[in-house]
């Protein structure tokens, strides 16, 4: 029996700015999804302003029937958001209706297919104040680097190696890779995270899904600023696969990530339990929460709230370290994203109204040579 894990995740209006999701939206979003026959289970949260509905059911990844029941619940806690006017109600929510298929219309979506096996671990991450490139580090630390994963040595099951599709989320294209042979030529992509994510991760020997993310860019499709695309991502741990611990430990080094104020700045990843997923310094510094649950039949069982360990409090440290550093920086890059991804701010609109007031120096000098030729 296959089951598909479908995470679908939307910001419908956030308590207070963009820090949090009001608990009535949340209620509201239980009460859609328990009256729907289609699901086998599902776990409703929230990590920031983003609502996170994770489910369960054997229809399939890119099922109509489940992108409408998600979309409609956003559609139903849109409502709610606008009774209480919080801020940007159904700011993702970018289509008037649904139309088929929720890609592209807003909301962030991963899902997976599986032969569920004996035992079935997985962490669901959801993070907020950031973009789907922001996986690209911790999953390459996961499925392609030793250091971080002793099982690429040491477990016959996986020492294969992955395969990595990637997706050019500029020109929408995508490219696999083999790891370890093609990690030197994966990483020029890879390491440029706004444009190149990981879309899928598979195992090379049987071919499995080992872990999938949401990559929709809002800005693309919305063709102006409207937040950030808080994403997630479903990983598969043990029995050839990565532990449950090789798929946290990258986290427990924060690496920056674009995404912090006015989707703006770059900032480090902060690993939180659930009940410190309200970024509120400078909107930030950007979150993630790790939620892992073992499927029963399609039950989740579970969740354990992963980051909520005394050992990623070094992490958390550090994060309020990295935080007071670039902060210093104000409005300077590397704080300030370069301008390529403030294109969708006012930038161009101040380019515009200057354009006249910058001197074309090239000209100038061309002009003034002319001049004295003219003169001589
Ligand atoms: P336990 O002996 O606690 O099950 O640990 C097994 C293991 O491989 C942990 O990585
Ligand atoms: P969200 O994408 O989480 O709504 O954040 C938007 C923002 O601009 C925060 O400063
Ligand atoms: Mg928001
Ligand atoms: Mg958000
Ligand atoms: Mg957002
Ligand atoms: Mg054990």
Redesign the pocket.
């Known amino acids: 029996k296959k089951i598909t894990v479908t995470v679908i995740k939307a910001?419908v209006g956030g308590l207070v700015g963009?820090t949090s999701v009001h608990p009535e939206l949340l209620e509201k979003a239980r009460g859609v999804l328990s009256g729907s026959p289609l699901l086998i289970d599902f776990y409703v949260t929230s990590v920031?302003?983003?609502i996170n509905l994770i489910m369960t059911h054997e229809l399939g990844r890119n099922n109509g029937e489940i992108h409408k029941l998600a979309w409609d619940t956003f559609v139903a806690c849109t409502e709610v958001a606008k009774k209480l006017k919080l801020y940007g109600a159904g700011q993702d929510l970018l289509a008037d209706a649904f139309s088929g298929n929720i890609k592209g219309l807003g909301p962030g979506i991963a899902e997976m297919e599986v032969e569920e096996r004996e035992s079935e671990p997985i962490v669901i991450f959801m993070a907020?104040?950031t973009e789907p490139g922001a996986w690209n580090l911790p999953l390459y630390k996961i499925f392609a680097d030793p250091f971080n994963t002793i099982g690429l040595v040491i477990d016959p099951k996986m020492h294969c190696g992955f395969t990595f599709e990637v997706r050019d989320l500029i020109e929408n294209k995508k490219i696999m890779f083999n790891a370890p042979e093609d990690i030197y030529d994966m990483l020029v992509f890879i390491g440029a995270p706004g444009r190149y994510a990981i879309k899928r991760i598979f195992h090379r020997e049987t071919g499995q899904i080992a872990a999938v993310s949401s990559v929709q860019r809002l800005n693309l499709i919305a063709g102006r600023y409207i937040?950030?695309d808080?994403p997630v991502c479903i990983v598969r741990c043990q029995s050839g696969y990565p532990a449950v611990g090789e798929v946290l430990e990258p986290f427990a080094h924060p690496h920056l990530v674009s995404g912090w104020m006015r989707g703006s700045h770059s900032g480090p990843l902060m690993p939180v339990s659930l009940k410190d997923a309200r970024p509120s310094r400078f909107d930030g510094p950007p979150r993630v929460v790790a939620l892992g649950f073992q499927l029963a039949d399609g039950k989740l069982i579970g969740p354990q709230d992963l980051f909520d360990d005394p050992a990623f409090d070094r992490a958390r440290e550090m994060a309020n370290i990295i935080a007071d550093y670039m902060r210093r920086l104000g409005p300077f890059e590397p704080h300030r994203l370069h301008l390529d991804e403030m294109e969708y701010t006012t930038m161009p609109m101040v380019m515009q109204k200057l354009k006249d007031r910058f001197i074309d120096l090239r000209l100038a000098k061309a002009q003034k040579a002319q001049k004295e030729k003219g003169g001589a």
């Open positions: 910001d963009h920031g302003d983003d907020d104040k937040g950030k808080d």
